[in-house]
């Protein structure tokens, strides 16, 4: 038996946007964006993933992939 209790922090979204307004007349802004999912899991736990399958017990497997998004929006 091992203490499976943990806090996963899951989704993080970072962004700004730049106002244009002036300084070019075809385009109102530009915005900046990150996103970060499964971003760290706080736990003492030893296997790769504290969350237990379908039937309450742990059965290894593999460990949730952390997934960096960054992005560019231009508004016209």
Same mark, same amino acid.
């Given at each position: 038996? #091992?203490?499976?209790? +943990?806090?996963?922090?899951? /989704? ?15 385009? %109102? ?5 990150? $996103?970060? %999912? $499964?971003? +760290?899991?706080? /736990? ?6 504290? #969350?237990?399958?379908? $039937? ?12 960096? /998004?960054?992005?560019?929006?231009? $508004? +016209?």
């Amino acid at each position: 038996m #091992e203490d499976g209790t +943990f806090i996963r922090i899951q /989704t993080v979204s970072l962004g700004y946007t730049i106002p244009l307004r002036k300084s070019l007349r075809f385009m %109102d802004s530009i915005r900046l964006y990150t $996103n970060v %999912d $499964n971003l +760290f899991t706080f /736990t003492k736990f030893k296997g790769y993933d504290p #969350e237990v399958g379908a $039937n309450g017990i742990y059965s290894g497997g593999y460990p949730r992939l952390r997934k960096w /998004t960054f992005g560019i929006d231009f $508004n +016209f």
